[in-house]
């Protein structure tokens, strides 16, 4: 092993160089979670500025729907042939995406280009959070991931922040714009720094199986989008979509079974940690969206916050995040085991959505605030150890695919959130402003979605009837969230109590890599033997 190679393997490269080829990646992650919510508190603006307020709702769509189908294949691809190589088209490909998405002249090339940007961020974040795996050694996983986690988390929280102060005081073009400099410095490290020896992982890509993932995961996520918006839940178009999905999902597991390189090895399902903390991701992913889209819209409909101000209102949910998940992550490295943490979560997660489902516009401020707290806490103590245990479940060659998976299915459950809580949402609204009794410009559930997006468009009298009706109405989502929640607490109870890292099994792991070392080493020396010979 040349001495380059030597100094980047995970237990003798300088902390001053791990940290930051950890950082460069770490920024990468933040760009694609930021990404998918700091363009939520922008809508009013950009629709306004690009003149097509009822197809706004897809700018955020666009980007969820390829950021999670192409997430799988980034870690496959990231498995093959190295993540740094795969890091750095990602951020490529979203850095020249965020640039034309600044300069978007109308509403559907916005649109359009926040998919290809999304083909960028759903690498990001697999990828960065595999490459920390690689670089970390195991026993010390559970701070570095809880650091990871914390970008996550900042990420997801933070969008309507940033996004408000750049509406507010800058153009809402900077919501893209602020992605060429992170995204710079990202490149930079990873180029620099993040230099891990990888081991090629033999065969040819399974385009099929890709294929079918990508298509069935596009059906699933137009249904979320498309059903109880643009198309009852039962008519044609949705039934067909459901139906595709099925068909397309059907052979995606056939091709898998077949498949000598499979995209997502069913091998990695037969653990039980794995199969269980993927549903766990997805009700996850559902019930982090469900707060950090809707608290700011109830703080702007009902108490009359600004974009900026009803993101910095998010705070207190972010710091119960952000603190709770990097003091678990510690406790798990000094410890490796987990199983308590996800329990406690749930049961707090619970309670957070409880307490919400009494929110209103009489609610006070320093009790929005313990709530915000509390749930946040509860979703700290499972986000990243989550991804922790679907990693600790996948042998080594399968890293990329594991990471990629947890990330995958924490979005589509946040994807399938936000449009099902959405429904619920304005159904509620529109039944509240359709007995109040005052005259509406258009249909009850025209008004409503129209009032989320931009209530600054709607008579004087509309504005003050569906501030009212939100008050009314944003109970429903804190509602429909708990049963989930309940299902999060099942499935934490159900994880198996497997401790994340012990001396035998750090013990067999050197044992076989150095075996693996030595077996590649004389392969190698049994070519140059027949070369000679002939």
Known sequence: MSASASASSPGRAAPERRGLAITGLALGMLLSTLDQTIVATALPSIAKDLGSLSSSAWIVSAYLLTTTASAPLYGKLGDMFGRRRMVLIA???????????????????????????????????????????DLVPL????????YSGAVFAAGSIGGPLLGGLFTDYLDWRWVFYINVPIGLVSMLLVVRFFKKPHTVVRGALDVLGSVLLVGAVTCLMLVTVWAGRDYAWGSVQILGLVA?????????????????????PLQLFKSRAFAVAVPASVVLGMLLLAAVVFLPQFFQAVRGMSAST???????????????????????????????????????????????????????????????????????????LLVLVMQNSAEMQYLGVASSAAMFFRSMGGAIGTA??????VRQLADEMSSAGTALPASPDDVARQAMVDGAVLPESVRALFSQAFAESIHIVYVWALPFAGLLLVLALALPTVPLWTVEFLKKFKEDHEAKVAAEAAAAAGEVQVSAAE
């Open 310 to 384: 009803s993101g910095l209102a998010l705070t207190p949910l972010m710091l119960g995040v952000v603190v709770t998940m990097t003091v678990v992550g510690r406790r798990v490295t000094a410890s490796g085991h987990y199983r308590p943490y996800p329990i406690i979560g749930a049961v707090l997660t619970i309670i957070g959505f409880a307490a919400l489902t009494q929110l209103d516009g009489d609610t006070p401020e320093w009790l929005m605030i313990l709530e915000m707290l509390v749930l946040g806490m509860g979703m700290g103590f499972a986000i990243q």
């Open 420 to 425: 099902f809580f959405s429904t619920l949402l």
């Open 244 to 264: 595709a999905a099925l068909v397309l999902l059907i052979g995606f597991v056939a091709r898998e079974r077949a498949a000598a390189n499979p995209v997502l």
């Open 91 to 133: 951020l490529t490909l979203f850095i020249g995406s965020s640039i034309l998405c600044g300069l978007a002249p109308n509403m559907w090339s916005l649109i359009t280009l926040r998919a290809i940007q999304g083909l960028g961020g759903g690498g990001l974040v697999g990828l960065g959070s595999a490459g920390i795996a």
């Open 139 to 146: 026993h010390e996983r559970g701070k570095a991931l809880s």
